[in-house]
């Protein structure tokens, strides 16, 4: 490699080859995640306190089965005993809630994988911009 365009390309190759793969894998990944939990139904749930103490969230599924979950502070919300909550409720398994949005499930893997595909589309331009310029100045 005696050219600093030979070695430019070299690296432009490998950010093809990296961000193509790479973002195509990401954004089926995020795709299909985001799919999984679209479409959850919203019903109303109840925090309360549980027999050991310990707050839980509670609805009533379709079936009517009374169902809970253990609620955590994961959003910086800490809810009270007796505060009303809107659960999204697993359609395939009605014992399945949560009580933050499913919505943006994947929103992570399809951003990065935009991101890298975008990178590798550029670098496939550039290796074309390379090889132009090679071939002029040979």
Do not use: K
């Amino acid at each position: 490699m005696d050219d600093p365009v030979d070695a430019l390309s070299l690296i432009t190759e490998l950010f093809s080859w990296i961000g193509i793969g790479l973002g195509v894998l990401l954004l089926v990944v995020g795709y299909v995640r985001g799919a999984f939990f679209r479409n959850w139904p919203e019903t109303l749930g109840v925090v309360v306190l549980d027999d050991t103490g310990q707050l839980v969230y509670r609805w009533m599924g379709e079936d009517g089965v009374l169902y809970e979950a253990p609620c955590s502070d994961d959003h910086g919300h800490s809810p009270e005993p007796g505060d009303d909550v809107t659960v999204h409720v697993n359609p395939r398994d009605p014992a399945v809630g949560r009580i933050d949005d499913p919505s943006h499930e994947g929103r992570a893997f399809r951003t990065t994988g935009w991101i890298l595909l975008g990178i590798g589309v550029a670098a496939v331009v550039l290796q074309f911009v390379l090889l132009i310029v090679s071939s002029t100045a040979a």
